[in-house]
């Protein structure tokens, strides 16, 4: 249908010039047509002048000063990368070995990665983090058991993604995004590292420290903000007897080291200044990763 024309005397909309309208936006004054009207609390306004309005409109912010965040992107990823890598080692097991958190180990002529030995064969060198394989640290935590370990090597990452769904979208919406990313590595960093410290030829894999990291993060949320604390303390008290339950099982270091580090990577951005805060928190994150890497590299040069 062909728009009707108008008369010379008659305004025609300022966004489309040939609509004929007696409405103007409430704010620029300008014709709008019907096409272009958005009610407004007085009138109508133009498209242009409400984005200029959302746009004005002050961000809300997290505790710890983050953008707020309806949708937990960050903790879909986090899940999907740890799925991704976990149907690699079904396609490819040999990952595992080549990924996996390990401080001191042996390489074999075939490649192969062996347990330590202080006297080791002629054509052997050392393996794994002290062999210059920083990346095990963080590598590691996106890895699980695999599928040739049997149904607990399922049971194993199902326990670990549902963990991670669960806390992750708590956290991340009250740290924001890029913080809640830089706890959940930075945590599984501490994790590899206690291990490292502590035993360096044992082998690690799992998210566990991350989550743990994450899971000592919403306390420390729960805290700042004043919250009814006797349902979070019994979730602590959960997380505190599971750590020792896994050592039977699993490695207990590496739950310490994220729990350890979450709580205290946590405790710098929710309780940082708000005049200084970017400043402070920026501090904060990058003395603790430089203690991380400090410690590392003192056990690595020891052993």
């Known amino acids: 249908m062909e728009p009707t024309p108008q ?23 300008r014709p709008i047509c019907p096409a272009c009207m958005r009610e407004a609390s007085v009138g109508f306004q ?30 879909y990823a986090l ?21 996996q958190m390990l401080g001191l180990g042996l390489v074999g002529p075939d490649g192969g990665l062996y347990v330590y030995q202080e006297h ?15 990346y095990r640290l963080l590598t590691g935590a996106f890895l699980h058991l695999p599928p040739t370990d049997g ?39 501490g994790g590899s590292v206690v291990v490292l410290l502590i035993v360096p030829e044992t082998s690690t894999v799992g998210a566990s420290g991350a989550i743990f990291g994450l899971g000592a993060a919403y306390y420390v949320i729960a805290r700042r903000l004043g919250a009814q604390m006797r349902q979070v303390n019994r979730f602590m008290a959960f997380l505190l007897l599971w750590l020792l339950v896994s050592a039977t099982f699993a490695s207990w ?20 200044p708000r ?19 400090v410690a590392a ?6 052993l």
Not at 11 to 29: F, I, L, Q
Not at 158 to 163: D, K, R, T, Y
Not at 266 to 272: D, K, M, N, Q
């Open 7 to 29: 008369s010379a005397a008659t305004p025609t909309c300022y966004r489309h010039a040939d609509v004929g309208t007696y409405v103007s936006c409430v704010r620029c004054e």
């Open 46 to 75: 133009c498209p242009r002048c409400v984005s200029e309005g959302a746009a004005s409109v002050r961000q809300g912010r997290t505790v710890a000063g983050g953008r707020i965040s309806a949708v937990p992107l960050v903790t």
């Open 79 to 99: 899940m999907a990368v740890n799925v991704l890598v976990y149907l690699g080692e079904v396609i490819w097991p040999g990952i595992v070995e080549r990924l």
């Open 120 to 134: 080791y064969p002629a054509g052997w060198h050392t393996g794994g983090v002290a062999g210059g394989e920083w």
């Open 151 to 189: 149904a607990f090597a399922l049971l194993h990452i199902v326990l670990n993604m549902a963990s991670l769904w669960n806390l992750g979208r708590i956290v991340e919406a009250q740290l924001g995004r890029l913080r809640y990313l830089v706890v959940y590595l930075v945590s599984a960093l």
């Open 253 to 272: 270091q590496g739950h310490l080291g994220g729990l350890l580090t979450g709580a205290l990577l946590t405790a710098g951005l929710v309780y940082a």
């Open 275 to 293: 005049e200084r805060r970017g400043l402070v928190q920026g501090v904060v994150c990058g003395a603790v990763v430089v203690l991380l890497v």
């Open 297 to 302: 590299a003192l056990k690595v040069a020891a």
